[in-house]
Each structure stands twice: as structure tokens, then as C-alpha cells.
């Protein structure tokens, strides 16, 4: 079946086509999540064919969801493969927080200090496609300081905090948070000669025999449905673990793996090191600090942060990293807040990705409930009005309220951090013996973080408490010793998966090149933060999004200048390839 620009354009189920059939088109698109659909936009009005091919359905369903099973070293330090990642339309946009950061300078710097860094490009690569990525991910416009997206430069976070070592003007935006495929699944729809196949699931990378292009997909459902899928160029955009994982799981042509000749693929793993910690006393009126949200005139939520400055960065030989005012551990009923017992209380209702950060492994039981009843008790009125406002501004409102944000009435605060993770050859993910439903090895996941990792939060943390400090406006009390298991608390962080097939220009350490192509394969590109050698401070949605943007440009190029591809109409191309 070739797909072209006369074709009637839908998004189809795999089940319906007859088993055995051959799929062409000029683009494949392995994914259907920020980095696939925000590509396959880029492609509308114009007379490439493009195939997405989506391995999940329109909702979650449990089977195709068990697809992403795996195991870990240790689960106490990384979550599960299926969490934090959704095999569906959409992708894990489905239940994303919507934070939107860009990466800064210094993250794509060769630092000598932090072993296997820099980008074979500048910053500057990607600024002619961030301000896209914004809009894309509906964070407003491409402008991440205070004096500039805020009205009148918006507040300090306190009043009177002017430090050296860090910055409080940098923004984090907030998406509504954007479910892409239900957002742009219509504009897909209308398209001409975009076609999109759900529960089609890639199982394996056919290379040419020579190994320097990909000859075709080998695609399955569920179902037991088989076809394959060809195509003159190739994208995976399925994520920072399963681009890894079908890259390792190819291997008839090339032995150890597609691009794996030099073992990188699923190595280099990173997520990001976070925490909560301390307390903080600010000795300053109330009204002196404004650590929650602002909005700017398009009505984007915006917040401040503490941001570690470049120069302090190089200065003192730290990876990057951000701070931010948070409330006290809600497991802690000495806190006596109405409001967070509240929350304590509602664990059951809070999905396991945002569950985690709030309360850990914390165990409930009745013993554990009393406190924070009685808290509740003291306090009706606050958390009656609390309810209030996060079930009209974030369960029913269109543009959430991004999180929970409590004012202190004592101005007692905790600080909250995110930390670059340094690129480690010994974190890293493998393929378990054992398979899926459809015959594809599982992960392994051997997630680690390294001295140099404790040591930037560490020495960052002790220069913002030396600053509150310096400068009077309060004191931030912790205890040093208790660094390294507070930002293990929680282990990896969430659904950032970075790394696994980074980019580079010496193929002996990197996957793929500056133009995110696999490494001696022609025709076969990446579209993931599986490519980022460095994990900066920042979330990877908008980055991976403004990626995917570089990238349909480049293949926009190579398209134009192909020659015709030799199609083989009807033929049944499933012959030979691997279940």
C-alpha cells in the first residue's frame, strides 16, 4: 500500500490491514509522541508522504501498556520501565507535568570538568526552533527571564535576596500540560499525505545487507497482525528508552546492534538528581516572599527560580543545577498545616507519578493518620478553600494550575532542587533474557549517579545557605551528611530518560552524528533525549521537541534531493524478515 499525497489521509487501526501487508511511504516516523507528531506537523502542505506509526492506541490499554515491562537493578533508586512512560497517541504528553525550561549555554559546552560533555553544536543550533517548541508545547512565548516575560519584571522570590552564585530572574513556563496527539491528532487527521496506524508496533530494524541503510520495519499488533513498513528516510522518536531498546533487540545484520559497534548504545544513561531538603526560615514580612506562580499577559504560568550562574558553575567545577522555595515534607504532621495533612490524606487519589515526589515510599496507616486528622481538624476552613482551588484550577480548568503551592504563615519553607546528572559509561540499560507479548527482549535498567553528582548538589546547597546568610534575609538549616539520601530519595527522576544514544562527532562515543543519523546508517535518524550527551538542569520535553524541529528540516532537505525510491507495489515484503 503506498501512501501519497492523493490518498485519503486517517489515522487507522493496524488491526484492519490484511496480514502480510507492505506500507510505503517517503518519511517513517517510529512514535507518536512530542518529538513524532510535533515532526509529522512540520510536514503539512507539503508533498512528502509521511507514515507514523504508533505502537499504542488512543487510551491506555493494559496490554499494550505491559509492552514496556522491564526490570532493575534496584528499584529503590529507579522506578519501573512502564512508569513514567505511556505507550499511546500521544505519548507520555498524556500525563506529563508541562514544565517547559530551555537548555542553557553552558549545557552544551565541552566542560573539562564534567567527563564526556559538550554537543557538536552550540546553543545557537536550536534557538531558531525553541520559539516553535513553545508554542507547540502551549508554554506562550520563547522568553525565559522575568524582566522580560512578566509584567513590570513580575516579584523577587524574597525581597532584599541579591547573591552572586545564583540567579532568581530565570523562568520556568508551564504547558496547559499538552496531550499532543489529543491536541494535533485532528490537524494529522486533515492532512494530506500524513497517515498515522496506531497499535503498530516496530519489533525490529531490517538493515540492508550491507548494514548501511535500513531496508524496511518489521511492524506486529497485538493481534497477530504482521506487516512491514518502508520508506526512503527513518525516524525513531519512541523515547529515551525504547530507541535504545530496538536499536539493541536488531542485531541480524549488525551483531552487537544497530550503531552499537563500539558498545554506546544504552549506555551514558542519565535522569536528573532532585530532591527536598532543609528548612528554611526567612526573617522577613510575609508579604517579602512570592515563591508560586505569575502569570504573564497570554496567561502562561510562570515561576522563578534559583539558578546556579555559569560562571559559578566553572568557577567551582559543579554541574548545573536549580532551587526552589517548597513547602515542608507532607509526611510530617509536625508541620501542622491543615492544607498538607489534607494532601497526606489523599495519597490514594494522586497518580503514582506525582505520588512519588510527594511522599516517597511513605508508608499509611491508622497510627500515621491521626496526626494529620487532627492537623485537618484545626484548619477546616484552609483546606476546605485549598480543595476549592485545585479542583477549579487544576482538575477542571483547561490551562492547569501547574502544582500544589502553600504559603507559610511562619514563612517556613524546605528547599527543593534539580540537578544535572554527569554522563556515566557505567549507568546504563540492557536487554533482559527474557521477552514481550510480541517476542522483543525486555530492558534492564542499571541506573547509577557518581561522586561528581552528590558533590554538585552538596557544594551548590552550602552556597545558597552561605548566601541567605551574607545577605539577611534568612537561614537555610540542613543537616551535610543527609545530602546524598535525600536526592536518592526518590532515585531517578521521573520520565526523564537522557542519554542512550547520544550524539556526537566521534563515533567511537556517540550513536549519531550532528544531524541526529545513526552512525554509518544512511537513512535512519533519532528524534528522542535519548541524544543529549548532558542532561543540563532542565526538563527535556522542550528541547526534545525543538530537536525534532532541526531535524524535519534536515530531512526536509535530503527528501527534496532523493531521488524516487524504487517501490515494489502489493509485494509482500514480510517474507525473511524477523518475527
Known amino acids: 500500500m503506498r501512501f501519497n499525497h492523493y490518498s485519503i489521509t486517517m489515522i487507522i487501526d493496524a488491526n484492519s490491514f490484511p496480514d502480510g501487508q507492505s506500507l510505503e511511504a517517503d518519511l517513517c516516523i517510529v512514535g507518536a509522541g512530542a518529538a513524532g507528531i510535533s515532526m509529522a506537523l512540520q510536514y503539512i502542505g507539503t508533498r512528502t508522504d509521511v507514515l507514523v506509526l504508533e505502537a499504542g492506541g488512543v487510551g491506555e490499554e493494559l496490554a499494550t501498556q505491559a509492552l514496556y515491562e522491564g526490570s532493575v537493578v534496584d528499584d529503590r533508586a529507579h522506578s519501573p520501565p512502564d512508569r513514567y512512560r505511556q505507550r499511546r497517541f500521544g505519548g507520555t504528553t498524556t500525563i506529563w507535568g508541562g514544565r517547559c525550561v530551555p537548555f542553557d ?123 512491514i513498513a518502508r520508506a526512503t528516510q527513518f525516524v525513531l522518536a519512541t523515547g529515551g528508552l525504547e530507541v535504545a531498546r530496538l536499536l539493541l533487540a536488531s542485531r541480524d545484520v549488525q551483531q552487537h546492534g544497530i550503531g552499537n559497534d563500539h558498545d554506546v548504545v544504552g549506555r551514558f544513561y542519565m535522569c536528573h538528581i532532585a530532591g527536598t531538603i532543609g528548612a528554611i526560615k526567612i526573617e522577613r514580612p510575609l508579604d517579602a516572599v512570592h515563591h508560586g506562580y505569575e502569570i504573564t499577559d497570554e496567561g502562561i504560568y510562570c515561576r522563578r527560580r534559583f539558578a546556579l550562574r555559569p560562571e559559578t558553575q566553572r568557577q567551582n567545577r559543579l554541574g548545573n543545577f536549580i532551587a526552589r522555595l517548597h513547602h ?177 562527532s566521534d563515533l567511537r562515543a556517540s550513536v549519531v552524528n550532528a544531524d541526529c543519523r545513526v552512525h554509518g546508517v544512511n537513512n535512519l535518524f533519532i528524534a528522542s533525549s535519548a541524544t543529549f550527551p548532558t542532561s543540563s538542569q532542565a526538563n527535556p520535553t522542550l528541547t526534545v521537541v525543538a530537536l525534532a524541529l532541526r531535524l524535519a528540516d534536515h530531512l526536509k532537505s535530503l527528501l527534496r534531493s532523493a531521488a524516487p525510491a524504487i517501490r515494489t507495489e502489493g509485494r509482500n515484503m514480510a517474507q525473511g524478515l524477523p518475527a
Not at 204 to 214: I, K, M, T
Open 105 to 227: 549555554e553552558i549545557d552544551f559546552e565541552a566542560r573539562e570538568y564534567v567527563p564526556h560533555s559538550g554537543w557538536p553544536f552550540g546553543r545557537e543550533a536550536l534557538l531558531p526552533y525553541y520559539p516553535l517548541a513553545n508554542r507547540l508545547c502551549e508554554a506562550g512565548e520563547f522568553s525565559y527571564t522575568a524582566e522580560k516575560a512578566l509584567p513590570g519584571g513580575g516579584r523577587a522570590i524574597i525581597d532584599g535576596f541579591e547573591s552572586r552564585y545564583f540567579s532568581g530572574d530565570t523562568l520556568e513556563r508551564f504547558s496547559c500540560p499538552t496531550d499532543f496527539g489529543a491536541r494535533y491528532g485532528h490537524r494529522l487527521q486533515a492532512a494530506e499525505s500524513i497517515n498515522v496506524v496506531l497499535h503498530a508496533n516496530v519489533t525490529h530494524v531490517q538493515l540492508e545487507a550491507s548494514g548501511e541503510r535500513v531496508a524496511a520495519l518489521a511492524v506486529r499488533t497485538l493481534k497477530g497482525k504482521r506487516f
Open 328 to 504: 515542608p515534607r507532607i509526611t510530617d504532621p509536625t508541620h501542622r498545616s491543615s492544607v498538607l495533612s489534607l494532601l497526606y490524606l489523599a495519597k490514594g487519589l494522586i497518580p503514582y507519578e506525582y505520588a512519588m515526589r510527594l511522599y516517597g515510599d511513605a508508608q499509611s496507616d491508622l497510627r500515621s493518620w491521626l496526626p494529620h486528622i487532627r492537623n485537618v481538624a484545626t484548619g477546616p476552613f484552609d483546606a476546605a478553600a485549598f480543595a476549592w482551588h485545585m479542583l477549579r484550577d487544576r482538575r477542571l480548568a483547561e490551562r492547569k494550575f501547574p502544582s500544589i503551592i502553600i504559603k507559610s504563615k511562619a514563612n517556613l519553607y524546605s528547599l527543593d532542587f534539580h540537578a544535572e546528572q554527569q554522563p556515566n559509561a557505567g549507568s546504563r540499560i540492557t536487554l533482559a533474557e527474557s521477552s514481550d507479548a510480541l517476542g522483543v527482549p525486555r530492558l534492564h535498567i542499571d541506573w547509577r549517579y557518581t561522586p561528581a553528582d552528590l558533590d554538585t548538589v552538596e557544594r551548590a546547597l552550602a552556597l545558597l545557605s552561605g548566601e541567605f546568610i551574607r545577605t539577611g534575609v534568612g537561614s537555610f538549616d540542613y543537616r551535610p551528611e543527609s545530602v546524598e539520601m535525600e536526592m536518592t530519595r526518590y532515585g531517578a527522576y521521573g520520565g526523564h530518560h537522557i542519554g542512550t544514544t547520544r550524539i556526537g
